[in-house]
């Protein structure tokens, strides 16, 4: 189905702030129109509206990212009007309260829902309420796929494993000159100190990941002098991050942690830095831009990404699930000087991970198996590729 005029669809994330699931409905609205689908996006917004609204892509704000019982009647308003309006043929939640709203909305108007997990959320009595499979339901990685299958009571082998995609155009190879360029625009100090990367979203249990990698960054400064951490993201817990960055800064006596905040292009970040730290779609991110990966998160640490244990992290989305060392700055400091101390290993595992991800991540991969999923929800509903049914379209 990549060719000439398919049914509207409407995409349903949470909201599009910083974060993994939201910075892939917008690479997948991009591509599919590229593709030729009539795509549109609501959700209760963020900063990446303004990525879809470069493209040309329509946004439609909606409070999908709340539980309030009157702004789940909103929501489910202005998006059954929104599918009446665009006459959309297929709608595809990324998250459990779109996925609620659109569930009734598709059923009452004989339409098909696919349904992305992009994470393990919470389950029990209450939560399992709320929480629906779609017509056809993706799972981001073999681990999501199991949990939903026993916690929410899916069936197993109607889910199909679509990982998140990653821009191999826009997360490419650094050239001398984007490290060089980079460094500058980040006021890197000249010279060869090393730069190491953590990023994530700095909420809940993340803020503690973040408050390890910069105690781990005044450990390696006995073998590192001159190492400088960046540490880039937002959230609830920037202002804890930012005063460990300054107690850091000040027991080394020099600038140590600097913390950057929300990027607007986080490929510079990367290509400014010897190794990153961080999981998901950080972790494949730095991959795609040829830099070697230490994986570690709330769940503990794995280490860096290569052929030992690449199975392992593919069926985890990269996650710190299950990882068999426990979060702490000294885990983090060893694995990441290993790799400082053996630049020839951090090139080869550079390339290795540029490598995984074009193999199965890249846009048009997720993009091509994506549109097939949509193909067999048409299919299954007796609808033709400008959503008309077929039994209507004989008569």
């Known amino acids: 189905m990549s060719g000439g005029s398919k049914v509207p669809v409407l995409l349903l994330p949470m909201s599009l702030g910083i974060g993994g699931?939201?910075?892939?409905?917008?690479?997948?609205?991009?591509?599919?129109?590229?593709?030729?689908?009539?795509?549109?996006?609501?959700?209760?917004?963020?900063?990446?509206?303004?990525?879809?609204?470069a493209a040309g892509i329509e946004h439609v704000t909606a409070p999908l990212d709340s539980r309030s019982p009157l702004d789940l009647w909103r929501a489910y308003r202005i998006v059954s009007n929104e599918i009446d309006r665009r006459r959309i043929g297929l709608v595809h939640a990324h998250a459990r309260i779109p996925a609620w709203i659109a569930g009734r909305a598709c059923a009452k108007r004989e339409i098909p829902m696919a349904m992305t997990y992009h994470g393990t959320f919470v389950s029990g009595p209450f939560w399992n309420l709320f929480t629906r499979p779609g017509d056809r339901t993706i799972a981001v990685s073999a681990d999501v796929r199991d949990y939903i299958a026993r916690e929410f009571g899916f069936n197993r082998e109607d889910i199909v494993v679509i990982p998140n995609g990653i821009d191999l155009e826009v997360f490419r190879i650094p050239a001398p000159e984007d490290r060089d360029r980079s460094r500058r625009d980040f006021a890197v100090p000249p010279g060869s100190s090393p730069v190491v990367l953590y990023a994530s979203r700095l909420d809940g249990d993340l803020t503690r990941v973040a408050e390890a990698a910069e105690e781990a960054a005044l450990i390696l400064r006995d073998k590192y002098p001159d190492l400088l951490l960046l540490v880039a993201g937002v959230g609830g817990g920037q202002e804890a991050v930012e005063g460990r960055a300054s107690r850091v800064n000040r027991a080394a006596g020099r600038e140590t942690v600097r913390c950057l905040g929300y990027l607007t292009e986080t490929f510079p970040a990367y290509a400014a830095s010897d190794v990153v730290v961080g999981m998901s779609r950080v972790a494949l991110e730095a991959m795609a831009s040829c830099r070697p990966v230490v994986v570690a998160g709330p769940g503990g640490v794995f280490g860096p990404v290569?052929?030992?244990?690449?199975?392992?992290?593919?069926?985890?989305?990269?996650?710190?699930?299950?990882?068999?060392?426990?979060?702490?700055?000294?885990?983090?400091?060893?694995?990441?000087?290993?790799?400082?101390?053996?630049?020839?290993?951090?090139?080869?595992?550079?390339?290795?991970?540029?490598e995984q991800v074009a193999a199965r991540h890249s846009m048009d991969f997720v993009t091509t198996e994506t549109e097939g999923v949509y193909a067999s929800l048409l299919e299954r509903t007796g609808r033709d590729q400008g959503g008309t049914r077929e039994s209507s379209a004989r008569q």
């Open 21 to 53: 699931a939201e910075t892939h409905v917008v690479g997948l609205a991009r591509h599919l129109s590229a593709r030729g689908w009539d795509v549109r996006v609501a959700s209760a917004g963020g900063e990446l509206v303004k990525d879809l609204a």
């Open 306 to 354: 290569r052929p030992e244990i690449e199975r392992a992290l593919e069926e985890r989305n990269y996650t710190s699930r299950n990882a068999p060392e426990a979060l702490s700055p000294q885990a983090v400091a060893a694995q990441v000087g290993a790799l400082l101390s053996d630049p020839a290993k951090c090139e080869a595992l550079g390339r290795f991970g540029r």
